[in-house]
């Protein structure tokens, strides 16, 4: 992965001299790790004029699932603990003779942007803005496998809870067992909070568990995601608890499934972001259920777990091949409960079969 990583740090070299500034330092994790394979705690990565560096306040641990930093970069352990890597990256960049350094300032706070300044006082401070964010989106087949391990590990883990006997149990111990079997299939641990929801609280978006019982005739709503050698993926999936679904169950489950369908069906490279938020909207839109949605029908995945793009009604830009998504429509009905259902996916041309779809545990309505 070496040379990966390499190619990545040279694709935003060209951007930063493009913009007039020979060096970079990058603090944010996610994008840390892209760069350089691995991202210690508080580390940053320069980006010098002269040789690029890991700075890291301790030596890295040696866990698989906090990744292994290049070999080809050199680190830089600062000598005493309690030290700023950002602030010690800056005075490496000054004496490395570069006149401007880029900087993330969305992700710097004000009084590090400042400590950094300070610092260096002859580096002209610029913003990078998300250019590596932006590099990000399209993955390869390496972080696509990742993905799709991900992927097998949050599947096994709902299959086996679904499984076993669920009436009776509250939302937070259910969620406290998914995310053990995930780690118990290999994960790193969970992407997410795991949301279990169930009766009036199935769902909603974002559901914290609490200690509500699941019951008879209850819908069941999850949302879970596994993390493989930092890569996250997603799985949303809304079940009925009792032997027969409710006819109103039935037609909202029905509604939502038609939505995400539309919605997965136009993934395609080229595909403008806001085109495929409106395939799944103007489903339960035309159903009468405008108030109830959420405000965008999916996001991209990776090191993290809501990346660019956002697939939103005013969202700009369109589609690569390569990029993973997810599709997770829902309608929450105060009072009532909901459906949500959600995939991650990656977006494949049309000649290499469509998308393809990472979760792959069933989306029928099943009566547990």
């Known amino acids: 992965m070496s040379e990966v990583h390499a190619i990545r740090r040279s694709r935003l070299r060209e951007r930063c001299n493009a913009a007039g500034a020979p060096a970079a330092l990058v603090s944010r994790p996610a994008n840390v790790r892209y760069l350089a394979g691995a991202a210690p705690q508080g580390a940053v990565l320069l980006l010098g004029g002269q040789e690029d560096l890991l700075v890291c306040s301790a030596p890295p641990d040696d866990r698989p699932a906090e990744g292994r930093p290049d ?90 809870l679904l499984e076993s006997i669920l009436v009776g149990r509250t939302e937070r111990h259910l969620a406290l067992e998914l995310e053990r079997r995930l780690v118990d299939h290999g994960a790193d641990g969970p992407a997410f909070p795991t949301s279990v929801a169930t009766g009036p609280n199935s769902g909603r978006r974002g559901h914290r568990p609490t200690d509500r019982r699941v019951e008879e005739g209850d819908f069941l709503s999850v949302c879970l995601g596994a993390t493989y050698r930092g890569y996250r993926c997603e799985i949303g999936r809304t079940f009925v608890i009792g032997t027969s679904p409710a006819d109103w169950q039935i037609e909202l489950y029905d509604l939502v499934f038609s939505a995400q369908r539309a919605g997965r069906e136009s993934l395609m490279p080229g595909a403008a972001y806001r085109m495929v938020d409106r395939a799944a909207r103007q489903v339960l839109d035309s159903a009468g259920y405008a108030e109830a949605l959420p405000p965008l029908t999916g996001h991209g995945v990776g090191l993290e777990i809501d990346e660019d793009p956002q697939l939103a009604p005013a969202a700009m830009g369109k589609l690569d091949a390569c990029v993973p998504v997810t599709v997770e429509p829902g309608v929450h009905l105060p009072g009532r409960g909901g459906v949500r259902i959600d995939d991650t996916l990656v977006v494949r041309p049309e000649a290499d079969g469509g998308p393809e779809l990472l979760t792959i545990t069933t989306k029928e309505l099943l009566a547990l």
Request: negative net charge.
């Open 71 to 160: 070999e080809s970069l050199r680190l830089h352990v600062l000598p005493s603990p309690g030290g700023d890597a950002a602030v010690t990256a800056a005075g490496l960049a000054d004496a490395q003779g570069s006149d401007a350094l880029a900087v993330e300032e969305h992700d710097l706070t004000v009084a590090r942007y400042r400590a950094v300044s300070s610092v260096a006082p002859r580096l002209r401070l610029a913003d990078l803005g998300a250019a590596v964010e932006q590099l990000r989106v399209v993955k390869d087949e390496e972080e696509i496998s990742c993905l799709r391990i991900g992927a097998e590990i949050a599947d096994q883990a709902l299959g086996e």
